[in-house]
């Protein structure tokens, strides 16, 4: 006899399954990340990876041009709520909608900070052109280090 899977107390998965699949998911060094890494790269830039712009705010992004002031960050559809690909989740809604929301919520509150810091703020969708991407970056990051 199986028994029935309990999540653990305060847990958000829905399923033993469910919860193996959402720790899988990596939070850097994503697949469009690595390729607009290598884009830039190739281009003579060098960079933070995954690092904090700003000493005093909890949060990093997946590319600093420290010199320039440029921080990028490369937001995936589901997790930051992409106007062309978001769909809301059937399982558990309430939570993973309420999740979302505040994901966009801190994105907006952290460009706000990084701007007041004089940083230039540069976010790309998971699903836009890494060249178009790698371009934007290094016109933007060689335009500012003038």
């Known amino acids: 006899m199986t028994e029935e899977w309990v999540p653990p107390a305060g847990s958000w998965a829905s399923s033993a399954a469910r919860r193996r699949n959402m720790q899988a998911i990596r939070s850097r060094d994503t697949k469009p990340e690595q390729l607009i890494r290598r884009l830039v790269h190739a281009q003579g830039l060098r960079y933070g990876v995954a690092a904090k712009p700003l000493q ?53 509150d952290t460009d706000q900070h990084l701007k007041e810091a004089g940083w230039t703020v540069l976010r790309f969708w998971e699903h836009e052109s890494p060249e178009a991407c790698a371009l934007t970056i290094a016109t933007t990051v060689s335009r500012l280090r003038r």
């Open 56 to 108: 005093d705010l909890r949060r990093t992004a997946d590319m600093v041009f420290r010199p320039a002031k440029v921080a990028v960050f490369i937001d995936g559809c589901y997790w930051h709520g992409c106007p062309e690909h978001y769909v809301p989740p059937k399982t558990n809604p309430g939570y993973w909608s309420q999740k979302v929301a505040k994901n966009m919520a801190r994105d907006r």
